[in-house]
């Protein structure tokens, strides 16, 4: 296995509120991949500007979305922070 390093983009949509996120993009930025963190409206943080409302990310993708973050990495939907994680540390 030779220790390449694959280049990763990485879109990611959440809440101000859901810490998890906050943790992954602050991954991405260490790591130097290709972020973009686009912002769903939060109830407890009326406060903070958002980029969307949770409904118009599930029309922009024609499906629903039942957990937060909503991540695509290289334009595939992935399902949770632990696959995520897992796909940005592979190598080959």
Same mark, same amino acid.
């Given at each position: *296995? %030779?220790?390449?390093?694959? =280049?990763?983009?990485?879109?990611? +949509?959440?809440?101000?509120?859901?810490?998890?996120?906050? @943790? &992954?993009?602050?991954?991405? #930025? /260490?790591?130097?991949? @290709?972020?973009?963190?686009?912002?769903?409206?939060?109830? =407890?943080?009326?406060?903070?500007? +958002?980029? &969307?409302?949770?409904? /118009?990310? =599930?029309?922009?993708?024609?499906?629903?979305? +039942?957990? *937060?973050?909503?991540? &695509?990495? %290289?334009?595939? +939907?992935?399902?949770?922070? #632990?696959?995520?994680?897992?796909?940005?540390?592979? =190598?080959?």
């Amino acid at each position: *296995m %030779n220790n390449i390093t694959l =280049e990763y983009r990485v879109v990611v +949509y959440s809440k101000a509120s859901c810490t998890p996120t906050n @943790d &992954f993009l602050e991954h991405c #930025k /260490q790591n130097n991949h @290709d972020l973009i963190y686009l912002r769903i409206r939060d109830s =407890e943080f009326p406060q903070i500007s +958002y980029d &969307f409302e949770y409904a /118009q990310v =599930e029309e922009l993708y024609g499906r629903k979305f +039942y957990s *937060m973050p909503i991540i &695509f990495i %290289n334009e595939e +939907y992935v399902s949770s922070l #632990k696959e995520a994680y897992s796909i940005l540390k592979r =190598e080959v």
